[in-house]
């Protein structure tokens, strides 16, 4: 028997987008009736806890719990903002624009959904300005969910309503990380806000706002439709429901498989993904995007879900594993992603804006052969000093996250660098 | 005149949308750069007014922005993608062949007018690395043979 895929029934990849009739015969905007028809916004919410459904856009927050933190109405009559981040821009990830291409009324119905658990008045998909045949087939799936009454004023007679705006962004990585994506919407330089307060109590102009990411959203019609033990009992391990995995880099078959969430690691990578490409060997990999720690090929027999990913010191991040072989430079990829980083720093607080480019350079020298003796105890320096509690947000964190696992396993990679001054790739 | 008569309505009317005339300012800097190319800097002193911003504000946002545009740019826009996956799979390989071909260097726009080739953080389309979008069409897996017939098809559209 094979796995329940919810999140992908009916998608091809780059195939034709799945329109307004086939999402209802496929069960679509089922669970938006059943949700506004008889359940209270405190029921779904509680669905949701139960459910054990955790962001997929890297944190990992439980998403229920996050919901539960906004205020109640209690006579409020102010804007509420349930916002769908589709900024997707972690180097490596490429899950989400699968899913809004594929499926746009499946993220439509999880925005008012959410909407409705928070009681948001407003649903924003915020999508980045290169994903063009994602936001076309969604702006065409949100004119066909309007006509048919699914937004607007007084949905499907429930007295629900929400306004429903999709916003495309002008670049910058920096628009995926919460608050900055809400500065970004209120017309501004998106830098990060101070936190607390959070956006649930404090978002979008001052007003409670929740911010989720795109794939979390997709799975939250599934689990309305089907309760939280069924979902809960999609999951191999812990944690719950299905995931979007992908692999890339030099596998077989690069691409994004549905899988239950905590399949083993080695089964995505070889059965998947086709496993290394002939004459090459996994040398370790990135599981989550790049901002997340190597693992080894001793991790992969080991489940990818939360928990597990985890305890050996990374992220499951987006989900996204980028597979470095043996015939690759890791001093020239990790030059490659803090470049990256560098470069898309918002430059809102000191640590971030200048390390990076320290960071930076001091790669590019040791990777064209100009490495000295210090050099790489600068390093260790930055990814000690750019960690956790030292910068804003969690964008130099996470460029140092694979930096000083770098440091850790291709240490002597390295030092031949430093030592031969060149590379030996 | 920034904009004709006609773009003006339909500039005014997604105005009315927003929340707020400051909110718009990224999408009214799009509106214009869909329309001219570019936002040159008497469409920056007539947005200021128009959505009472100062300029400098105005331009501390446009400048933040990388696909806001406010220098002139080729007809077409290459965006190639450089970020991890896409190095590991040869993207600096086939960024030679685009040098060569274009006679440019990242960040320039080909002397004819024809194209700028600009960097994007990585563009979603990791499985079909290394990959580029030109104006808006995402392609991929790339090779030398590719980026000649995606260029190729440019060049012949534009003589039609």
Redesign the interface.
């Known amino acids: 028997m094979t796995a329940p895929t919810p999140l992908t029934a009916g998608i091809i990849?780059n195939g034709p987008v799945i329109s307004l009739p086939e999402y209802e015969e496929m069960g679509g905007y089922q669970a938006l009736r059943k949700a506004l028809g008889g359940m209270s916004p405190s029921e779904v919410i509680e669905t949701v806890k139960a459910s054990g459904l955790r962001g997929r856009g890297g944190a990992g927050f439980p998403t229920g719990l996050k919901w539960s933190f906004v205020p109640e109405r209690n006579g409020d009559t102010g804007h509420r903002y349930l916002v769908a981040n589709g900024d997707?821009?972690?180097?490596?990830?490429?899950k989400?624009?699968l899913l809004i291409e594929g499926n746009p009324h499946q993220l439509i119905e999880g925005v008012l959904l959410a909407a409705y658990a928070m009681e948001a008045d407003f649903g924003y998909v915020f999508i980045r300005?290169?994903?063009?045949?994602a936001f076309l087939r969604l702006r065409h799936a949100a004119a066909e969910a309007h006509g048919a009454g699914y937004w607007g004023h007084d949905i499907l007679g429930s007295g629900f309503n929400l306004e429903f705006?999709v916003?495309?962004?002008?670049?910058?990585?920096m628009c995926g990380e919460e608050t900055a994506l809400l500065t970004?919407?209120?017309?501004?330089?998106?830098n990060p806000r101070t936190k607390p307060p959070f956006p649930p109590v404090v978002g979008l102009?001052g007003r409670p706002s929740v911010v989720q990411n795109i794939e979390t959203l997709c799975n939250v019609p599934h689990i309305i439709a089907n309760g939280a033990d069924w979902y809960r009992e999609l999951g191999l391990t812990e944690d719950a429901g299905t995931k979007l995995y992908?692999v890339?880099?030099?596998v077989k078959n690069?691409?994004?498989f549905e899988l239950p969430m905590g399949t083993p690691i080695r089964e995505i990578v070889e059965e998947h993904a086709g496993g290394m490409r002939d004459g090459l060997k996994l040398r370790a990999f990135?599981p989550g995007g790049?901002s997340t720690r190597f693992m080894l090929p001793e991790h992969l027999d080991m489940p990818m879900d939360f928990g597990h990913v985890e305890a050996a010191g990374s992220r499951i991040g987006t989900g996204?594993m980028?597979?470095?072989?043996d015939r690759?430079c890791p001093v020239?990829?990790l030059h490659?992603?803090e470049?990256?980083f560098a470069?898309?720093s918002?430059g809102w607080c000191t640590p971030c804006r200048e390390g990076l480019p320290w960071v930076e350079k001091t790669l590019a020298a040791i990777e064209n052969g100009d490495g000295r003796e210090g050099d790489l105890e600068i390093l260790e320096r930055h990814a000690k000093m750019l960690g956790p509690g030292y910068t804003f947000c969690a964008l130099a964190p996470g460029a140092v996250d694979p930096l000083a696992s770098a440091l850790e396993h291709f240490r002597d990679d390295f030092e031949t660098h430093i030592r031969d001054g060149k590379c030996p790739y | 005149m920034v904009l004709t008569p006609d773009e003006l309505a339909l500039f005014d009317h997604g105005l009315s949308l927003e929340e707020n005339p400051r909110s718009a300012c990224v999408a009214a800097m799009k509106f214009i750069q869909d329309r001219r190319g570019w936002v040159n800097d008497e469409a920056m002193e007539w947005l200021s007014v128009k959505l009472d911003m100062p300029l400098a504000d105005l331009e501390s946002v446009a400048t933040f922005y990388s696909l806001i545009f406010r220098k002139p740019v080729g007809r077409h826009v290459i965006l190639m993608c450089d970020s991890v996956s896409c190095w590991i799979m040869g993207c600096e390989t086939v960024a030679d062949h685009l040098r060569r071909r274009l006679g440019i260097d990242l960040g320039e726009t080909t002397p004819d007018g024809l194209f700028t080739w600009l960097t994007i953080p990585c563009l979603g389309a990791c499985d079909m690395a290394p990959a580029m979008m030109v104006d808006e069409v995402l392609c991929g897996p790339l090779t030398p043979e590719l980026i000649d017939k995606v260029l190729d098809a440019c060049v012949a559209a534009d003589s039609l």
């Not at chain 1, 300005?129 to 045949?133: L, N």
């Not at chain 1, 980028?322 to 072989?325: A, Y």
């Open positions: 990849p997707e821009m972690e180097p490596g990830t490429f989400d624009r300005w290169a994903y063009r045949d705006h916003n495309v962004s002008a670049g910058r990585y970004s919407l209120q017309g501004g330089r998106a102009y992908g890339s880099g030099k690069p691409g994004l990135l790049a996204t980028i597979i470095l072989d690759t020239g990829m490659n992603m470049h990256f470069q898309e918002c």
